[in-house]
């Protein structure tokens, strides 16, 4: 069977899931199967299948399983917003559409995605405009303490989502051109290689410029995701665990740093230490396990 065919298939099960879901949900709520869970699943497989096509025909090569797996994390998305708001899943809905549309159109536009790595500095720039946008005051929102939101008219947005996809191709198209001078250029200290820092200077460049702006904006989780994804593109580029385990142990003297100095990283972990040790946090922690352990 051919990788496009095997994405095909594989789309059907993530079809059958959305109907099955809205089908628990009609009957947890009403007590009724309606065949409108059928309908839900059939546009679902359609709106799959119109991607389908555009990859099949545009990029024949590429791996036929990552689609399916978006697919199957959006109709689990799909299926549980709507269990709990029917306005919001509705609204999500349209969201997907709009992404599928996008997504088709990406892959049209970039068809050679090599094309990206003439503009890398271009698009690592925008990524860490991005990244700011949120602490532009009229367009900001803060949420919770953290400055994630981009609200423009009707429509509001967290501009990060988009940085990260920049950040990353910047990262991966540095690191193919680098990845051997990283490697063999560097010098062995202590029987670790330390690459020479007019290669790996701009890598550090624009990854801390980035982490700065994520603690700025308090998005203590982004951070985490970029850092995790820059330890892992390093070490598939270089195939060396001395960079990710240098890499931790920079990030265990910043963590350090950041939680005595930034005065709200310092916060959360004063309260997530309070709910670690709270009385109800305690016995909700007992009921779990003794439901599960009632279960088994």
């Known amino acids: 069977m051919s990788a496009r065919n095997r994405e095909l298939f594989a789309l059907i099960p993530a079809s059958l899931l959305v109907t099955a879901g809205f089908a628990a949900v009609f009957v947890q709520r009403d007590d009724v199967l309606s065949n409108v ?8 497989l359609g709106l799959c299948f119109g991607a389908h096509l555009v990859i099949r025909f ?31 899943a509705r609204e999500q809905a349209q969201w997907f559409v709009i992404g599928l549309a996008c997504f088709a159109g990406t892959i049209i536009a970039f068809r050679d995605y090599r094309v ?3 503009y890398r500095y271009t698009i690592a720039l925008g990524g860490l405009v991005l990244l700011l946008l ?9 949420v919770n303490g953290a400055y994630l939101g981009l609200k423009i008219g009707p429509i509001s947005f967290q501009p990060a989502e988009l940085a990260k996809i920049a950040i990353v191709i910047f990262l991966a198209s540095y690191l193919r051109d680098t990845r051997q001078l990283l490697v063999t250029a ?20 624009v990854w801390g410029l980035s982490m700065v702006l ?53 916060n959360r972990v004063d309260a997530a230490a309070t709910r670690s040790r709270s009385p109800s946090s305690r016995r909700a922690t007992a009921g779990c396990s003794a439901r599960v352990s009632a279960r088994r």
């Open 37 to 44: 869970s059928l309908t839900y699943g059939a546009l679902f």
């Open 58 to 88: 545009t990029l024949p090569n590429a791996d036929p399983y990552l689609f399916p797996l978006v697919a199957l994390l959006a109709c689990f998305g799909l299926v549980m917003i709507y269990r709990i708001d029917e306005d919001l």
């Open 116 to 118: 990206l790595e003439r």
């Open 134 to 142: 949120p602490r532009v005051p009229g367009i900001g929102a803060q």
């Open 186 to 205: 560097g010098r062995r200290v202590a029987g670790v290689t330390i690459p020479p820092l007019k290669h790996f200077g701009p890598l550090l460049v």
């Open 214 to 266: 994520l603690v700025f904006i308090r998005d203590l989780g982004s951070s985490l995701m970029f850092f995790g994804a820059f330890l892992a593109l390093v070490y598939v580029a270089t195939n060396r665990l001395s960079f990710p385990l240098i890499g931790l142990a920079l990030f265990a003297v910043g963590a350090w740093f950041f939680a005595s100095t930034v005065g709200h990283v310092q």
